[in-house]
């Protein structure tokens, strides 16, 4: 059974910077993607970046390309968010899910962690 557990949340001026962490357990993640989304008040949830745990490719929203990066630490299980040049819009409740399929979807992943509040103010 897949856990995940993100931390690493907090609230930074429009500007900063926070890394998200999401430590994984209860399997090989080998094939596996790992994904982040976030949820803001009164909107969907939303894909924000995937990485393939193997190869190590990533993809963006377009929302956040060239200023959040996906990482992950094989040895520790753990896959990151790094999240610089932050701006109020980006404001929600972080989400680290997991795969073993394709799709960027809500819906495509079977795994989620409790998420983690990431608040950025002007």
């Known amino acids: 059974q897949v856990q995940l557990v993100e931390s690493g949340g907090g609230s930074v001026q429009a500007g900063g910077s926070l890394r998200l962490s999401c430590a994984a357990s209860g399997r090989t993640f080998s094939g596996y993607r790992m994904g982040w989304f976030r949820q803001a008040p009164g909107k969907e949830r939303e894909f924000v970046a995937v990485?393939?745990?193997?190869?190590?490719?990533?993809y963006y929203a377009d929302s956040v390309k060239g200023r959040f990066t996906i990482s992950r630490d094989n040895a520790k299980n753990t896959v990151y968010l790094q999240m610089n040049s932050l701006k109020p819009e980006d404001t929600a409740v972080y989400y680290c899910?997991?795969?073993?399929?394709?799709?960027?979807?809500?819906?495509?992943?079977?795994?989620w962690g409790q998420g983690t509040q990431v608040t950025v103010s002007t």
């Open positions: 990485i393939m745990w193997s190869r190590g490719s990533t």
């Open positions: 899910a997991a795969q073993s399929g394709a799709g960027l979807g809500v819906a495509d992943f079977g795994s």
